[in-house]
């Protein structure tokens, strides 16, 4: 049945339409396929009333395909009661897996995935180099680590691999940063929180409490030793040298030497870019870049992080989402000097004025070949409750919409949220935005994690205006994908470049693959991957509406890597 599904699943990539007809272009970007699907799932924040920060902060989710076959399967994290709430109940994280005819199936019990922690951000990726992924659960409590046993089970090494996080965790990746083919680990935190503490809003109501109200702490980075352990090297590599409350976190070469650095999203302190020197250290270099502030010099209440090239000029710019009454952030990389807040002249302020943002991504939503964008959102103050907002009286007042963004191609967006279906339409109080394929039809579908709701999956169905192409970095010598490749396709005289990477939005984890829409032609003239060590090759080029899996050492290799 798996292979008969797998031959279906290959000829409906080859068979969709590249342009839809004029009815098409009406429909509702994205359908809500949660109910539908059978994806049962709700976060539960912890004890209303206290007012204990950790709950207002959310859970995260990934999609990930744990056993192999093919297709993507869902994990998401749950809340429940905090620890100082002396409470003996706990709920467990979920795993569901994906059946032959796209719905979902709880298999938590079987798996051993059903960490009762108190979760917050997840990284999946294989950390032993035997084909499997493995899973990374980031708890308000100690975190732990899965192994992959590849019998739809997984294993608890938290404590056989070194692992001794037991604070605040925020968002996490894996990076081999260090190039030795196996994945480390960078691991945000976020404060000290500190249940005794009781915080007043404007309106003199009690409310959760600002990240300035608590002690902060440096973050984690562990780097992997290749033989199932990890060795804590914060203090080594200078990445403890900063205390701040981070939230969000990727990892990608943004200084174009051909080595991956770490960019992290600090809540109302100045970003960090750790630029890698390598040998071994850090060197913090974001105010120097440009990309610690905005352009008046203050510091943002930075939550999700997201990376891409949003102008079509082949690099790479970021954007932060922030709190209400602060804009999120686009800033602009030119390529030589650093990077350019240009959020206001590039349509991005105005729209994200009155809501706090949470997970964040660039996509093309309608492949015409650049990075539209979107944003979940949800306040963490009260403020009088959306007229549409159908939760409880009390998450009724940190409700908000999300919403979507269109790139006109030079990197100038639109708000287009009246397209966006049930994505915009509903009114929650939303934290992890995940991508991925989850129906192999060649665009990136939303999962959206909610607090005190249900997590949403939502199907792409916007109007295409062009073909696409999925792209696979794999390293074989390594036997799983190649996180942070990049990855530039050439057709028809235009470049595109994106990243195949999980690791980047608000506590989530996604499809590292690549996604490329491209109007106008019907196939791609070559593809060059430059890969996480740096080297790069072009391989061949391929007919669009198809999914490629291209292997490290296949290719012809580039002689000068960055030219």
């Known amino acids: 049945m798996k292979q008969r599904l797998a031959l279906l699943v290959c000829a409906s990539y080859l068979s969709t339409p590249a342009i839809p007809n004029a009815d098409a272009q009406d429909r509702a970007f994205f359908t809500e396929v949660t109910e539908e699907v059978g994806l049962d799932f709700e976060q539960d924040?912890?004890?209303?009333?206290?007012?204990?920060?950790?709950?207002?902060?959310?859970?995260?989710?990934?999609?990930?395909d744990f056993d192999g076959d093919g297709d993507l399967d869902i994990y998401l994290l749950q809340g429940g009661p905090l620890p100082e709430s002396k409470s003996t109940k706990r709920l467990p994280n979920k795993l569901f897996r994906q059946n032959d005819d796209g719905s979902f199936e709880d298999v938590t019990e079987s798996s051993g995935l059903g960490n009762t922690g108190y979760g917050t951000g997840v990284a999946i990726g294989d950390v032993n180099n035997d084909g499997l992924v493995d899973v990374y659960v980031g708890n308000y409590g100690p975190d732990a680590l899965y192994r992959n046993k590849g019998n739809g089970t997984f294993e608890d090494v938290t404590m056989a691999s070194g692992i001794a996080d037991n604070a605040w965790t925020a968002s996490v990746t894996f990076c081999d940063y260090d190039a030795d083919g196996f994945l480390d680990l960078y691991v945000s935190r976020y404060v000290k929180h500190d249940a005794t503490k009781k915080c007043i809003s404007r309106s003199g109501a009690r409310d959760y409490c600002s990240a300035q109200s608590f002690d902060y702490e440096g973050d984690t980075l562990y780097r992997n030793d290749g033989d199932g352990t990890f060795t804590d090297v914060s203090t080594k590599t200078g990445i403890a040298t900063v205390e701040a409350p981070g939230l969000g976190v990727l990892c990608q070469d943004l200084t174009g030497d051909g080595l991956l650095d770490?960019?992290?999203?600090?809540?109302?302190?100045?970003?960090?870019?750790?630029?890698?020197?390598?040998?071994?250290?850090?060197?913090?270099?974001?105010?120097?870049?440009?990309?610690?502030?905005?352009?008046?010099g203050r510091p943002e209440a930075s939550m999700g992080v997201a990376v891409g090239d949003v102008d079509g000029d082949g690099d790479f710019d970021l954007f932060m989402t922030h709190l209400i009454n602060q804009t999120n952030t686009l800033y602009l990389n030119d390529g030589t000097w650093g990077f350019e807040d240009v959020t206001s002249a590039r349509g991005l302020g105005a729209s994200s004025l009155e809501y706090t943002g949470f997970g964040t991504a660039f996509v093309d939503l309608d492949l015409d070949g650049d990075l539209d964008l979107a944003v979940v959102n949800g306040r963490v103050d009260q403020n009088p409750p959306n007229p549409d907002a159908k939760l409880s009286d009390y998450w009724n007042l940190y409700a908000e919409p999300n919403f979507l963004l269109e790139n006109d191609g030079s990197g100038k967006?639109?708000?287009?949220?009246?397209?966006?279906?049930?994505?915009?339409?509903?009114?929650?109080?939303?934290?992890?935005?995940?991508?991925?394929?989850?129906?192999?039809?060649?665009?990136?579908?939303?999962?959206?994690?909610?607090?005190?709701?249900?997590?949403?999956?939502?199907?792409?169905?916007?109007?295409?205006?062009?073909?696409?192409?999925?792209?696979?970095?794999?390293?074989?010598?390594?036997?799983?994908?190649?996180?942070?490749?990049?990855?530039?396709?050439?057709?028809?005289?235009?470049?595109?470049?994106?990243?195949?990477?999980?690791?980047?939005?608000?506590?989530?984890?996604?499809?590292?693959?690549?996604?490329?829409?491209?109007?106008?032609?019907?196939?791609?003239?070559?593809?060059?991957?430059?890969?996480?060590?740096?080297?790069?090759?072009?391989?061949?080029?391929?007919?669009?509406?198809?999914?490629?899996?291209?292997?490290?050492?296949?290719?012809?290799?580039?002689?000068?890597?960055?030219?």
Do not use: C
Not at 267 to 285: K, P, S, V, Y
């Open 45 to 64: 924040p912890g004890t209303e009333g206290y007012y204990w920060a950790p709950e207002v902060m959310g859970s995260g989710g990934a999609f990930f």
């Open 262 to 296: 770490f960019y992290v999203a600090n809540d109302g302190e100045a970003n960090q870019l750790w630029e890698n020197a390598g040998d071994g250290t850090f060197r913090d270099q974001a105010i120097i870049m440009g990309a610690a502030l905005n352009a008046f």
């Open 413 to 563: 967006f639109t708000e287009v949220s009246e397209k966006g279906g049930r994505f915009t339409s509903l009114v929650e109080v939303s934290r992890g935005l995940v991508l991925g394929d989850i129906d192999r039809d060649g665009d990136f579908d939303f999962l959206v994690t909610n607090l005190a709701g249900r997590a949403r999956l939502f199907r792409n169905d916007a109007p295409r205006k062009g073909r696409y192409l999925m792209v696979r970095a794999y390293d074989p010598a390594l036997k799983r994908d190649a996180h942070g490749a990049v990855v530039t396709v050439s057709a028809s005289g235009k470049t595109y470049v994106r990243i195949a990477d999980s690791g980047y939005s608000y506590l989530s984890a996604n499809e590292p693959r690549a996604h490329f829409g491209i109007p106008g032609t019907s196939r791609a003239d070559s593809i060059r991957v430059r890969w996480p060590d740096g080297s790069e090759e072009v391989f061949p080029g391929v007919e669009l509406d198809q999914a490629v899996t291209l292997e490290k050492g296949k290719g012809r290799k580039v002689a000068k890597p960055g030219n």
